[in-house]
C-alpha cells in the first residue's frame, strides 16, 4: 500500500471515528469500536488489523521490524518523513520497573509538524501538531523517533 493510500484512510478514520473512540490500551479497531490504541489505528489504516493471525503488531514489533531488528519485512525505515508514513518509538520499563507504552501514528504534514493519531491524551483518533517528534534527533522513551513506510 503506497503512503498516499495509507494518508487517505486516515483521513477516512478520522472523519468517520474522530471524537467517537476512545483511547484503549491493546483494543483493535472494528465496525463498532469501543476503543482503539495507536498501533490498531495505524494497523486500519494500512489495510490490516493488529493481530494478523500470527504477530501481535504493537510499536515495539513496529520498530523492530522497521530497522530489520525482528526478522519481519511489513515497515521500511525511511530518512525523512512524508505523508502517510509512520513515526515510532517503542516502550521501555521506568525506573519503577512500570512499563511505559511506546507510540506510533500517521505523518499528516510534514511542514505543519501535524499528525493524525489514537492516544488518550487527545481523546481517542485525532489529528495533533507534534512539533518535537519532527525535529532531527528527536526520541521517544529515550529512543530516537524513527519514520518508516508500510511494505506488507
Excluded at 504493537?58 to 526478522?71: F, M, P, V
Aim: charged share 20%; proline share 4%; glycine share 12%.
Amino acid at each position: 500500500m503506497l503512503v498516499a493510500q495509507v494518508h487517505a484512510m486516515a483521513v477516512e478514520l478520522l472523519a468517520k471515528w474522530g471524537g467517537k473512540v476512545a483511547y484503549r490500551m491493546g483494543a483493535d479497531l472494528d465496525g463498532n469500536p469501543l476503543g482503539c490504541d495507536c498501533s490498531a489505528f495505524v494497523a486500519r489504516c494500512c489495510g490490516h488489523q493488529k493481530y494478523d493471525g500470527n504477530v501481535w503488531w504493537n510499536t515495539d514489533r513496529i520498530y523492530d521490524d522497521a530497522l530489520k531488528a525482528s526478522g519481519n519485512v511489513r515497515w521500511r525505515r525511511i530518512q525523512s518523513p512524508v505523508p502517510g508514513c509512520i513515526g515510532v518509538y517503542p516502550g521501555k520499563v521506568s525506573p519503577t520497573r512500570r512499563r511505559v507504552a511506546g507510540h506510533v501514528w500517521i505523518v499528516d504534514d510534514v511542514a505543519a509538524c501535524k499528525t493524525i493519531e489514537c492516544c488518550s491524551r487527545g481523546g481517542g483518533i485525532v489529528r495533533m501538531t507534534r512539533t518535537a517528534w519532527f525535529a532531527r534527533g528527536a526520541l521517544g522513551n529515550g529512543r530516537p523517533i524513527i519514520f518508516a513506510e508500510f511494505v506488507g
